[in-house]
């Protein structure tokens, strides 16, 4: 069992940065292949970013890639989303969440391949 606890999220304006962070229980978090995804209202929770267990292959849906970064501490049991150059598109609630699968570009967007999820932190941009 993994507990998940987000947190990090804000108002910030358009151009800014934020870092989430997200925190889990349990002493297995190393065996995990950690994500993030984010739901804006009125829309499907959509894939972010995803880290492998060892933190050595990274995975980002092409909206984020070269603003976002994953990034996972298996020490403090913890995974990270540096968000730079936010725009209003990007405002929604970030989920962190923890799963068991083998990994490729397809497997990592598919919300069922993740088995733990945390609450979600709020992210806004104003323009």
């Known amino acids: 069992q993994v507990q998940l606890v987000e947190s990090g999220g804000g108002l910030v304006q358009a151009g800014g940065s934020l870092r989430l962070s997200c925190a889990a229980s349990g002493r297995t978090f190393s065996t995990y292949t950690m994500g993030w995804f984010r739901q804006a209202p009125g829309k499907e929770r959509e894939f972010v970013a995803t880290?492998?267990?060892?933190?050595?292959?990274?995975y980002y849906a092409d909206s984020v890639k070269g603003r976002f970064t994953i990034s996972r501490d298996n020490a403090k049991n913890t995974v990270d989303l540096q968000m730079n150059k936010l725009k209003p598109e990007d405002t929604a609630l970030y989920y962190c969440?923890?799963?068991?699968?083998?990994?490729?570009?397809?497997?990592?967007?598919?919300?069922?391949?993740?088995?733990?999820w945390g609450q979600g932190t709020q992210v806004t941009v104003s323009s």
């Open positions: 880290s492998s267990r060892s933190g050595g292959f990274t």
């Open positions: 969440a923890a799963g068991d699968f083998v990994l490729d570009y397809e497997s990592v967007k598919r919300r069922l391949n993740y088995d733990y």
